[in-house]
């Protein structure tokens, strides 16, 4: 038996989870338009050592809207785009992660907790497999459903460049 654990491969877009018996499941994903690095303010998708310090929204229905970690009560549809054209929605649930390495991915202006960096669902209309998000790892919902019932807190994130 080995620890589960995520890899996030950013030139490739995509993600590998493994978990404890050794099994791995890939998916797609959609990080940083702004490619990686670690700076707050960046809006680019930090890299290296992290763990999942939080699960947010376990229950919620698919094209559940999240601001601020918390549901707001509607569901995403597409026409929602219109009012907000740049908006990076966050969907049915939520991986928040937490750097592991100080002065690189953890306090001070590289925290990655601090900038709020998570593993999202997002709408089905947007590409999976190009970078695109505003910092955040953007997956299908159904796809971080599945992710989401097999993953605890303090599961290891690698995110490599």
């Known amino acids: ?4 654990g995520i890899h996030i491969d950013i030139p490739t877009q995509q993600l590998r989870f493994t978990d404890g018996s050794g099994r791995g499941r890939g998916y797609a994903v959609s990080t940083a338009a702004n490619g990686a690095g670690e700076r707050n303010g960046s809006l680019c998708t930090p890299r290296g050592r992290h763990v999942v310090r939080a699960r947010i929204g376990g229950g919620a229905r698919p094209n559940a809207v999240f ?7 509607e569901l995403y549809r597409p026409e929602m785009r219109a009012d907000f ?4 929605w966050i969907l049915t649930r939520i991986l928040w992660l937490s750097g592991t390495e100080p002065g690189f991915n953890r306090l001070g202006d590289v925290d990655t907790m601090r900038r709020f960096i998570y593993i999202h669902g997002a709408p089905d209309d947007v590409p999976m497999g190009n970078p695109g998000s505003h910092g955040c790892i953007r997956m299908r919902n159904r796809d971080i459903i599945e992710l989401f019932d097999r993953v605890p807190v303090g599961t290891p994130v690698v995110i490599e460049a």
């Open 1 to 4: 038996m080995t620890a589960p």
């Open 85 to 88: 054209p740049d908006r990076d």
């Open 67 to 73: 601001v601020a970690r918390r549901p707001t009560g």
